[in-house]
């Protein structure tokens, strides 16, 4: 339909306005419709469930029969000792995931950028990638064989090396928990998340290169002076997306790794819920637990944000 025809429609008075131009977009309107409706029903509409957090919900009586209780389940989950333990340990290990991953990932994709052997770059590529198609039921038992005392090749190698005199017990050292938490996920995810970051660098005007070269510019000042600032918006952004989930990632992963000489340092809110809230039939205490971890996500994406906007850098919002 052309513009003359949609001037002269009496549906669309006028040229400007938010309904012309919602008029104007409807084709992406129509191809973001399916993802807002997921959205609504899948996001929003469960958010109602939140009213089992301030009563003693019971499945027989339903959300319009059980008994109000007020905040007391939020009173029984901050008064629990174990509380301040897994917000801890929710926070530590998910923050060393975040850095740790997004420098490798950071990293990686300087590395395969700078390659010029194009059968050496699909080869890394490939590689790097694999590990992340891997369920973490594969992974977290590839990570336990490999730092076992019984033939892990972590141990093997250091024993060669003659840096250790005997093997170390990596997965019954709580003090080394969260790192080998960070290591496996930087193994597992840092080929996927180099691609994003590649695919930014092929953003970057190739002149840009070819007159720092002319001006004898070394490969490390380009990486310096041209691809970090041409990478630095997706990295900040990225950085308060990922902020915004510490408080959500890590249960599968962290579940299996986990064993009792370590819980103290591998309990984290998921499995805080599981363990003393969803196995004992605590629906209520566990909906606390979950509103609570969605309000310190929703205050570090603010801070977050707030934080990039006093500095002027990309943010949300």
């Known amino acids: 339909m052309s513009d003359n025809l949609i001037r002269n429609t009496a549906l669309i008075p006028k040229e400007s306005g938010f309904w ?10 129509l191809m ?6 997921y959205v609504v029903i899948f996001r929003y509409v469960p958010i109602w469930g ?3 957090a301030f009563q003693n919900w019971m499945p027989a009586r339903g959300i319009l029969g059980s008994a109000w209780v007020g905040l007391d389940n939020f009173r029984m989950l901050f008064e629990d000792p174990i509380f301040y333990q897994v917000f801890r340990n929710t926070l530590a290990m998910n923050f060393i995931k975040l850095f740790a991953g997004m420098f490798f990932s950071i990293l990686l994709a300087l590395t395969l950028n700078e390659v010029r052997n194009l059968t050496f770059k699909r080869i890394t590529q490939t590689i790097s990638y694999l590990p992340y198609f891997i369920s973490w039921v594969v992974g977290a038992n ?24 005997s093997p170390i017990m990596f997965m019954g050292k709580p003090e080394l928990f969260w790192w080998i938490v960070g290591g ?9 998340g180099a691609i994003l970051y590649l695919a930014a660098m092929t953003a970057i005007n190739p002149a840009l290169y070819e007159a720092a070269t002319i001006d004898g510019a070394s490969r490390l000042q380009r ?3 041209i691809t970090l600032p041409g990478i630095k918006n997706v990295i900040i952004i990225l950085l308060i997306i990922n902020i915004g ?12 790794l986990s064993n009792q000489r370590v819980i103290e340092y591998s309990r984290i809110f998921t499995i805080f819920e599981l363990d003393y809230g969803i196995r004992m039939m605590r629906y ?3 909906t606390a637990v979950g509103i609570f971890r969605s309000l310190v996500s929703i205050i570090l994406v603010f801070a977050a944000n707030y934080v990039a906007k006093r500095m002027n850098q990309e943010r949300l919002f």
Do not use: C
Not at 185 to 191: D, I, P, S, Y
């Open 20 to 29: 012309y131009k919602l008029w104007k977009q409807r084709a992406l309107v």
């Open 32 to 37: 973001s419709l399916p993802f807002i409706i």
């Open 50 to 52: 939140w009213i089992m």
């Open 142 to 165: 590839l990570v336990i064989a490999m730092l076992s005392t019984d033939g892990g090749i972590i141990n093997d190698i250091l024993l060669a090396l003659n840096i250790i005199e």
């Open 184 to 192: 496996s996920h930087v193994w597992k995810e840092v080929g996927f």
């Open 223 to 225: 990486i310096r002076y």
């Open 245 to 256: 989930m510490v408080m959500q990632q890590g249960f599968e992963q962290i579940y299996l």
């Open 284 to 286: 209520s205490f566990t």
